[in-house]
């Protein structure tokens, strides 16, 4: 049960890694579009948890999953909240994680279909 | 590694040796945090990467010059700012940071620091203040805290810290602040405003070393200590220095303390030797004279 | 590549050993110097910092030793030539900056103006006892090179060398003077600049891409950049790769020290100098360098007088110390007479050197003056006798 929480959780860590099939599961389900993404570098996060207290829209969480050096890397949990103002990227101490403006919100066009 | 199937990038990443990642830093450490925001000034501030010189001692703080992606120099302990002396007056051209911690600029390096915030050499230095020697152990250093538990005083310390601000003030520096590793995105609008002036600016940075000063004074963790700095700082832009000390458990003043203008050592150097020798003074060199 | 004329003094001059010290850094192309008072040497800054304005270039009074040292490499590093000068009691304080020196592969210049000691000895007065410093002062394993001067003449000519074998070797060399050579006053001939070589910066034409801050291709000296010419490269004491970047297991240990090492032992035959002196029938040779060596002259002379065949071999060069030109001497000779401003530094190399094959005489001086030369000759008659 655990092993597969885990390897349930890691696999969608490593797709998740942008919020861009995020985007486009909540653009499917109609729902809004977040003006920003997280993307995670996840061997290299310690688990500090300054990204997940200082993101001002509460995007993040640690997750359960693990990465190699045994830390739990954060991952999005509301990515419609994020708005791209990369406040996770200037907290984090190990460079893992940063904010970028999605090309919708950079254009302000609501359009779907990323890879 | 970064598998990112998307094209953004880490607007820090093209900064940093990302073959040596990852860093030695600890979890929690904020080291990495203030290198975030001296990346912002840099792409802010419109800084020429190319006359960049990065110049660091010895600590945790000081291993900053082997990560960043630029010409870097990681020298002996306490004498980043001699180094850098000596790499701005051969190369005025070159715009000169030196980025250490506390124990390296304010105890083996206090009289360098002392000399060049005299002499108003036109350097911007980055003191990481952890208030602790954090790469050999956790032993205490001048900027440590009276009362704080450490490996050198481990029944407590009974020593006035430096007030950091303040010595630099008194020493001549043109531009003084000190910010938190909370304050992210203040700092990085001090280091740009440092780029913009011309003499010694001396920032300093109070961040968390959880491993060593943070445990042994039973402070919690990186996050905690961020909470900590949030709570405890009080922005005090133009405070007089001597007010702005450090202790235990006090307030953290924060903002910029001084800004001020007077000729740096090298516009000194050129007016005195332009009103003494007219003419005959020759300012730059002939480089061939080294390379042919 | 020929002296920039710019800091070229040519002309017949009279000198002390200092100022014409100075002239010859000028000469060689040193445009930034970064020093601290410290007598007998303090006048070669002074006259850089009266000369250099006129001549471009910068001189900084540091507030210390350890600042002046590396304030110093600072300037190496942003594209000058550069050096300092010191006697003992600053000459110890800039061991760490030496060492920093020859593990980052910094070329310049430490001047050595040799003085009274230990401690604040006596700070007026001559002594050779910085000798074994000079080689093995700062801690670890590396190399450096020292130039012995014995005359002002030699100050302007060898200063010169001594900043040719720093960016030939990539390595501080140690200029060691004496109190004596820096103060004594004699004729300085400087010859027009289009007739004074000088060794240019080992500078890499390699691009951004392909360059190696510490790979050698081969040679065992690397090319060097300076910073602002956007190689973006990175430079610490600590153990390092070629990238220059810190790895710190023994593997990487053992290749960079042995290469530090290496680089100056197997051009040890061209690096050493010295000056020979009837040493084909020579039964005894006295060995000397920088003011003792001229008292030795006397000595020697004196001793050929009396028919006691003796012959001199004045070191130039005193680090590397040259093994094979002792031991070559040593099979054929009886005995090797050392006298020093010291109580015995540099006889021990010639003892080593000559591994029991000749006797060694000693000729100690604990400084603060010159030997008479019945000293030396008396342990030239007694070397004989052996």
Redesign the interface.
């Known amino acids: 049960m655990f092993c597969d929480a885990h390897h349930t959780a890691v696999h969608s860590i ?1 797709r998740i ?2 919020p ?1 099939l995020g985007v486009v599961i909540t653009l499917q389900l109609g729902a809004l579009v977040g003006k920003g ?1 997280v ?1 995670i ?4 996060c ?5 990204c997940v ?2 993101c001002p829209t509460h995007v993040l969480a640690l997750s359960s999953a693990f990465n190699s050096k045994g ?1 739990h890397p954060p991952h999005v949990v509301h990515p419609e909240k994020c708005s791209g103002c ?2 996770c ?7 893992a994680i ?1 904010g ?1 403006k999605t090309p919708e919100a950079k254009t302000q066009k609501a359009s779907g279909g990323e ?1 | 590694m970064l598998n990112v199937p998307d094209e953004t990038v880490n607007p820090v990443e093209p900064f940093l040796r990302s073959d040596r990642m990852p860093h030695i830093w600890c979890p929690g450490c904020g080291i990495g945090t203030t290198v975030n925001s001296f990346v912002r000034a840099l792409i802010e501030s419109k800084v020429d990467l190319e006359s960049l010189a990065l110049v660091s001692g010895i600590g945790c703080t000081g291993r900053v010059a082997g990560y960043m992606r630029l010409d870097s120099f990681h020298t002996t302990h306490g004498r980043a700012i001699p180094f850098a002396t000596g790499l701005k007056l051969a190369n005025p051209k070159l715009n000169v940071v030196v980025y250490s911690g506390d124990g390296d600029l304010s105890a083996i390096g206090g009289n360098h620091l002392i000399h060049a915030a005299r002499r108003n050499i036109d350097l911007k230095v980055i003191c990481v203040n952890n208030l602790i020697y954090a790469m050999t152990g956790g032993q205490s250093a001048p900027t440590t805290p009276s009362h704080a538990t450490t490996s050198t005083n481990p029944y407590g310390t009974f020593e006035p810290a430096f007030n950091l601000p303040h010595l630099v003030d008194a020493a001549g520096a043109v531009y003084i602040a000190r910010w938190t590793t909370f304050h992210v995105r203040q700092l990085a609008r001090s280091i740009s405003e440092a780029f913009q002036k011309k003499g010694f600016s001396f920032i300093e940075v109070i961040s968390p070393c959880p491993t060593l000063y943070q445990r042994r004074n039973k402070m919690g963790d990186g996050l905690d200590t961020m909470k900590y700095y949030k709570e405890k700082s009080k922005v005090k832009n133009g405070a007089p220095t001597g007010e702005v000390g450090l202790t235990l458990n006090g307030e953290i003043a924060v903002g910029k303390f001084v800004d001020r203008d007077r000729p740096d050592y090298q516009s000194m150097m050129r007016w005195q030797y332009v009103e003494a020798l007219g003419e005959r003074y020759i300012e730059e060199p002939e480089m061939e004279c080294v390379c042919g | 590549m020929k002296a920039d004329p710019h800091g070229v003094l040519t002309g017949t001059h009279f000198l002390d050993g200092d100022h014409a010290c100075c002239e010859g850094a000028l000469a060689a192309g040193a445009r930034f110097a970064a020093g601290y008072p410290i007598t007998p040497s303090t006048e070669v800054v002074e006259r850089f910092a009266a000369r250099v304005p006129t001549v471009g270039g910068t001189f900084i009074q540091m507030e210390d030793e350890l600042a002046a040292s590396i304030a110093l490499q600072g300037g190496v590093w942003g594209g000058a030539k550069a050096f300092t000068v010191t006697s003992g009691p600053g000459f110890s304080l800039m061991m760490e900056h030496i060492g920093y020196a020859a593990m980052t592969e910094t070329p310049c210049v430490f001047v050595d103006v040799q003085r009274g000691g230990p401690s604040t000895g006596l700070p007026t007065l001559p002594a050779q006892a910085d000798m074994m410093q000079a080689r093995w002062g700062s801690h670890g394993d590396y190399e450096i090179i020292a130039l012995c001067p014995n005359s002002p003449q030699e100050c302007f000519d060898l200063t010169i060398k001594a900043f040719n074998l720093a960016e030939e070797f990539r390595i501080p060399v140690m200029f060691m003077m004496d109190e004596v050579v820096g103060h004594m006053t004699e004729k300085v001939v400087i010859p027009p600049a289009d007739q004074i070589d000088v060794v240019p910066r080992k500078h890499t034409h390699k691009s951004v891409e392909d360059y190696l801050p510490y790979g050698t291709n081969g040679d065992q000296v690397p090319e060097m950049a300076h910073a602002g010419e956007g190689y973006k490269f990175h430079v610490t004491g600590l153990t390092h790769d070629e990238r220059g970047y810190p790895n710190m297991t023994p593997q990487v240990q053992d290749k960079l020290v042995r290469r530090l090492q290496s680089k100056v032992r197997v051009a040890a035959d061209r690096i050493c100098m010295f000056e020979e002196d009837r040493l084909e029938d020579a039964d005894v040779v006295v060995v000397s360098y920088g003011i003792t060596s001229r008292v030795a002259q006397r000595a020697i002379d004196l001793a050929r007088e009396r028919g006691l065949q003796v012959g001199k071999l004045r070191l130039i060069t005193a680090w590397p110390f040259p093994d094979k030109k002792i031991a070559s001497l040593a099979a054929h000779i009886k005995a090797f007479v050392v006298p020093e401003l010291n109580l015995g530094q540099m006889v021990r190399e010639v003892e080593r050197a000559a591994a029991g094959r000749a006797k060694t005489f000693s000729v100690p001086h604990a400084g603060g003056g010159v030997h008479n030369p019945d000293e030396i000759l008396n342990a030239i008659v007694e070397a004989s006798r052996c």
């Open positions: 490593r890694i942008t861009y993404r993307s570098v996840v061997e290299r310690k688990a500090c948890g300054f207290e200082f830390y990369d406040l990227g200037m907290y984090c101490p190990d460079f940063y970028s890879k």
